[in-house]
């Protein structure tokens, strides 16, 4: 089984900066992708950033060129470096890993992390 535990949300204010981090944990297989995703009240989950094991990268629209994804593989971790924040960005921000590296949907995701938040005032 695999865990995926984040951390690094918090309160920040407008145009301030974070660091999130994703450490996963257990049998996991070499090549796989992990990626962010985010959910703000009343809203649909929605991708921010993935990173495969071969370190290509994808951006949601909304984060482009405020948000950086990077990967340690020895460690099994992820990052977010998320800067500009605005209030919009404020969500559960979750890591997920999937094996397949293809277009797939939420529900196809192998494992999720239970979430950290991130608050932005203004």
């Known amino acids: 089984q695999v865990k995926l535990v984040e951390s690094g949300g918090g309160l920040v204010q407008t145009g301030g900066s974070l660091r999130l981090s994703c450490v996963a944990s257990g049998s996991i297989a070499a090549i796989n992708s992990m990626d962010w995703f985010r959910q703000a009240p009343g809203k649909q989950r929605e991708l921010v950033a993935g990173?495969?094991?071969?370190?290509?990268?994808t951006y949601g629209s909304s984060v482009k060129g405020r948000f950086t994804i990077s990967r340690d593989n020895a460690k099994n971790t992820v990052y977010l470096q998320m800067n500009n924040l605005k209030p919009e960005d404020t969500g559960v921000y979750y890591c997920a890993l999937r094996y397949d590296l293809g277009i797939v949907s939420l529900q196809e995701y192998d494992f999720w992390g239970q979430g950290t938040q991130v608050t932005v005032s203004s």
């Open positions: 990173i495969t094991s071969g370190l290509q990268t």
